[in-house]
């Protein structure tokens, strides 16, 4: 079950404005462990509405023995720090007469996104020359799309393509000309668009969403048993089934039912049953030759609705908002060189890590071991057999990583992102974490930790004209 706090930072805006003090803050953090329910949904409420002047008597919390107070106020942080998360980082775009590829890459580095262009049977599409002009800020899925009906390009929607490919560098996907990078999986790619129509797409700030199918089935049975008319009607299932796809830095969670709902056919007819059904469909990690494999960032939600006895043309109309929460990183890291300052802890944020060295095994050059420590307040003194106590993000997001450990080169690009534990790998115990140095990419010189936080967003959705099966 979706934790309350979680719906609580979707709805609530800006903070008021009304002066807080410290005594009152300090109150409202008493009571979010307060008998009754109510007042501590009340207090939450507030602490939320007040914003970053309760962060710092929040995070003092975090570090109380009382279990209770320590998870209470760890969510209500999370959801004030989780706010951001849906607001899209706006650029410009200022390319005249530009390759593809330097288009890409820049497109990727000033969005802070994984953007990868692999042109396949086209090894030259790279060095197309576009001219991709925008007036004011752009989101990453509108440059994206900009850029892909520009140089005829559109999304592998692939799940695994990313994965499988880790580590490919220039050369066999990517045109010559391209800087090298690794494909860590976290990546959009963009190929060529040859054959290829689009699905009707919307987007909603950081999210996309795309119809996947339109599905109508109706079952009957020739034969019937028990006095029953011999023509009857088993199964009549209609429903649009809907990909929701957040930017790459976030991870999808739970995917809530459709409010609001409109659906509406060419002939004026409502669409909608009596009792809409939103049915979001599994988006579980699975296995692959023996490793665990990225999640598909593309989870489906299928919408029910009612087939007319006379169909007309099209579904004129399909709008409503669903509810989804999703997990990103706080925006300040914390960074820890690889190469020097070893055995000196780092301190940010109320999270400490330490390097203690770099190792490469013998028979496997490419292979980086790193021995660190790491300790975070809300899990010291946490072990694995503990974690039903005090597991906040595992209750929110089942497949979601508990934070990420990113080495980067000298000029702060990614070069490896491993999933982590904090409650395995943060509790000050040394740890030794691998991560793959290809040949080819630029050294790893530092680790970051980037810290997980979440939160539930309303994302709308509004589609017109769509076929009727």
């Known amino acids: 079950m979706t934790a309350w706090w979680l719906i609580v930072a979707g709805l609530v805006g ?3 404005p009304d002066p807080r003090t410290d005594a009152k803050v300090s109150a409202l953090v ?7 329910r109510a007042d501590r949904e009340r207090a939450a409420k507030d602490l939320i509405a007040i914003g970053d002047a309760a962060r710092a008597a929040l995070r003092n919390a975090v570090g109380s023995r009382d279990l209770e107070r320590k998870a209470q106020a760890a969510g209500v942080l999370d959801a004030i720090e989780g706010r951001h998360l849906g607001n899209p980082k706006l650029f410009t775009l200022d390319f005249r007469d530009r390759p593809v590829s330097e288009v890409v890459d820049a497109i990727a580095d000033r969005s802070g996104e994984g953007l990868v262009l692999q042109p396949g049977a086209d090894p030259k599409r790279g060095d197309l020359k576009i001219t991709l002009v925008a007036e004011g800020g752009v989101s990453f899925w509108d440059a994206v799309d900009r850029l892909a009906k520009e140089a005829k390009l559109v999304r592998d929607t692939n ?12 050369g066999g996907f990517n045109p010559a000309p391209r800087p090298r990078r690794p494909v860590t999986g976290q990546e959009v790619m963009l190929v060529p668009a040859a054959g290829v129509t689009p699905a009707p797409t919307v987007r909603s700030g950081r999210f996309e969403i795309s119809v996947m199918n339109i599905h109508h089935q109706r079952d009957m049975n020739l034969g019937a048993a028990g006095g029953r008319r011999p023509f009857e009607t088993l199964t009549d299932r209609f429903e649009v089934r809907l990909r929701v796809t957040p930017e790459p830095s976030l991870t999808l969670g739970k995917v809530g039912d459709v409010q609001g709902l409109e659906a509406v056919d060419d002939l004026g007819r409502s669409l909608v049953p009596e009792s809409p059904v939103a049915e979001p469909e599994s988006n579980q990690v699975g296995m692959m030759n023996g490793f665990r494999a990225y999640p598909d960032q593309n989870t489906a939600l ?8 006379k169909p007309g043309s099209t579904i004129r109309r399909l709008k409503g908002t669903f509810a989804v929460t999703v997990v990103g990183t706080k925006s300040d890291a914390v960074s820890a060189s690889l190469v020097s300052a070893l055995n000196v802890p780092v301190h940010k944020e109320g999270v400490t890590l330490t390097i203690h060295g770099v190792t490469t095994p013998p028979a496997m ?9 790491m300790i975070r307040p809300e899990t010291a003194g946490q072990s694995q057999n503990g974690m039903a106590s005090f597991n906040r993000t595992v209750n929110v997001v089942p497949n979601s990583a508990q934070g990420w450990l990113q080495f980067v080169d000298a000029e702060g690009r990614q070069i490896e992102r491993v999933a982590v534990t904090p409650f395995n790998i943060a509790d000050g115990n040394h740890r030794s974490v691998q991560f793959n140095q290809l040949p080819g990419v630029g050294m790893a010189v530092a680790v970051r930790y980037l810290t997980p936080i979440w939160a539930t967003l309303d994302v709308p959705f509004d589609f017109h004209d769509l076929p009727m099966p």
């Open 30 to 36: 008493e009571r979010l462990t307060a008998p009754r």
């Open 159 to 170: 799940p695994n393509f990313g994965w499988n490919n880790r580590g490919m560098m220039g």
């Open 365 to 373: 050059p490419a292979v980086r071991l790193v021995e660190l420590s």
């Open 14 to 16: 800006t903070p008021d």
């Open 302 to 309: 299928s919408i029910r609705l009612r087939y007319p006895d």
